[in-house]
Nanobody, 126 residues
Framework: QVQLAESGGGSVQAGGSLRLSCVAP???????MGWFRQAPGKEREGVAS?????????RYADSVKGRFTITKDNGARTLYLQMNDLRPDDTALYYC???????????????????WGQGIQVTVSS
């Protein structure tokens, strides 16, 4: 069982920044990992994903390109999501996720991921 633990959420005004962190076990060193979010009344959506073995391989949702950056420090076993220029519609519960096995390419499909954190709230006020 892979346990993931997010931290770093909170409240910020529009235009501000937050950095989310997710501690992952060493077994994820070759896994696809991703950040997802779910706003009230909406379906969960993929925000960003990364190939842990080749961290230059990333994928982003169009809505966050140029504002969010996903990185992973395998030595620290931590996944990050740097969120800049936050907007009110970024308000959601954010989840860290890991896809078991080798990462053949970063994916934003939540059905590809088997392991999930409990989620952390991000609230952006206008």
């Amino acid at each position: 069982q892979v346990q993931l633990a997010e931290s770093g959420g909170g409240s910020v005004q529009a235009g501000g920044s937050l950095r989310l962190s997710c501690v992952a076990p060493g077994s994820t060193y070759r896994s696809c990992m991703g950040w997802f979010r779910q706003a009230p009344g909406k379906e969960r959506e993929g925000v960003a994903s990364i190939d842990s073995e080749d961290v230059s391989r990333t994928r982003y949702a169009d809505s966050v390109k140029g504002r969010f950056t996903i990185t992973k420090d395998n030595g620290a076993r931590t996944l990050y999501l740097q969120m800049n220029d936050l907007r009110p519609d970024d308000t959601a519960l954010y989840y860290c996720a890991a896809k078991p096995g080798i990462c053949w390419g970063p994916s934003l499909g939540d059905s590809d991921y088997s392991y999930w954190g409990q989620g952390i709230q991000v609230t952006v006020s206008s």
